[in-house]
């Protein structure tokens, strides 16, 4: 439109050349030129030393809204962690039941929590409890599976293998637990799967990852949902480091 514009004004002077443009019309074309030309010039400089920018104003406006993001990610995510990690250090109370009946009982609270409470922060607290509590009795159950729970259809019984290689990470699982991380169906249990992804690969080294995993969490990533911001995130975090150590 603006190309047509300026074309039109120059065949109007050459059908009439007596037809003058005044001062204040040529202002006000520039002044409905001017918005278009940030996508054309990184600045204007008009006269009287007036300087406009484009480019570079909103390169760091989009840099700044980044690491506003980013920065508010990681608050939330160490918040989410020191709950987690308070509640799982805390002097536990001396019960009478053994570590396989208060697993078994925390699981199904995790069950009918999900059933009967809507999905938002005070379900999403009350869960990281449950887990906090499974991180301190899941190393304690005897002959517990941990492939066969990674690989199980009950979500319950995946949390606690996320919980036991979260506490006690092993590096034997880490193909397993990223396969199970990458098709987690509960965003909770996604999130404390990549957590546990992330403490493996510190127990092993970057180094020691192999590249059919890094392609795993790679295809992860792209299924993602752009909502889920956290665990995006996260997932980002644990592939950076894994390209940082590839280079």
């Known amino acids: 439109m603006i190309s047509t514009v300026a074309l039109g004004i120059g065949a109007i002077h050459l059908v ?10 040529l202002v006000l074309a520039v002044i409905a030129l001017v918005p278009w030309l940030g996508d054309l010039f990184e600045s204007i400089e008009l006269p009287g030393g007036a300087k406009l920018q484009y480019r570079k104003l909103e ?21 989410r962690q020191a709950r987690v ?37 005070a379900r999403t607290y009350r869960q990281e409890l449950i887990f906090a509590e499974l991180i301190k009795l899941a190393p304690q159950l005897a002959d517990f599976d941990i492939a066969g729970a990674l690989g199980s259809a009950d979500d319950a019984s995946r949390l606690t293998a996320y919980a ?23 965003p909770f249990g996604q999130f404390w799967a990549l957590r546990a992804v992330s403490a493996v690969i ?25 909502s889920a911001v956290d665990r995006a995130h996260l997932l980002r975090a644990i592939l950076g480091r894994l390209e940082a150590a590839a280079d």
């Open 202 to 226: 510190d127990a092993v080294g970057p180094d020691n990852v192999q590249l059919g995993t890094v392609r795993r969490l790679r295809s992860c990533l792209a299924r993602i949902p752009q």
């Open 164 to 186: 036991r290689l979260y506490a006690c990470p092993e590096g034997d699982f880490l193909p397993t637990l990223v396969e199970a991380a990458a098709e987690e169906v509960i």
């Open 16 to 25: 009439k050349p007596d037809v003058k443009i005044d001062g204040v019309t």
């Open 59 to 79: 390169e760091r406006l989009e840099a700044a809204e980044q690491r506003a993001e980013e920065v508010q990610l990681a608050v939330t995510d160490a918040s």
């Open 85 to 121: 990690a308070l509640v799982a250090s805390a002097n536990e109370s001396v019960r009478e039941e053994g570590a396989d009946e208060a697993v078994r009982r925390l699981l199904d609270e995790f069950t009918n929590l999900r059933r009967s409470t809507p999905s938002g922060p």
